[in-house]
């Protein structure tokens, strides 16, 4: 049986169209994680984060924090008293895993968060918090594993 020039080019377009319809298929199934939906709103913000940033940074004490098997250990300046505020937690991997904690330091102006709240992972930890009306923001990475 022998081929003609017109059925190979058609062959190798219905190929290539099947090949496209492929990857159409596959990239509309593709899991997309945003770290915010508003993108625009959180812009036009930016410069207050920067002055929140700016105030954490004029702290004689730094808030700080640490992973331990117990959670995540959060330590909160003594100096201040009746701090407010929310943690993320940020998984960039997986939105799934985000969630938020109000800040509710104890009388040792420390805060745990347990780990069973916590899957495993690799997480941008944010604090925004206030302190007699004065704004504050850290953050940074941390990898919590079992």
């Known amino acids: 049986m022998k081929l003609s020039w017109g059925t190979g080019i058609w062959a190798f ?8 319809l492929t990857l159409v298929g596959m990239s509309v199934a593709q899991k997309i994680d945003l770290v915010t939906d508003q993108y625009y709103a959180e812009e036009l913000r930016f410069q207050s984060k920067i002055d929140k940033i700016n105030n954490a940074k004029k702290l004689t004490t730094p808030l700080r924090w640490e992973v331990t ?9 003594a100096d201040l008293k009746g701090i407010e505020g929310k943690i993320n937690l940020y998984c960039p991997s997986d939105n799934r895993k985000d ?8 009388a040792q102006h420390q805060q745990l968060i347990p780990a069973a709240k916590i899957a495993t992972g690799r997480y941008q930890i944010q604090f925004d918090w206030t302190h007699n009306g004065t704004t504050y923001w850290n953050d940074g990475t941390i990898l919590f594993a079992r």
């Not at 377009?13 to 496209?20: E, P």
């Not at 098997?69 to 300046?77: E, K």
């Not at 969630?99 to 104890?106: D, M, W």
């Open 13 to 20: 377009y219905g190929l290539f169209v099947v090949g496209i």
């Open 69 to 77: 098997d117990a959670g995540v250990q959060v330590f909160y300046p």
């Open 99 to 106: 969630f938020s904690v109000a800040i509710t330091p104890n």
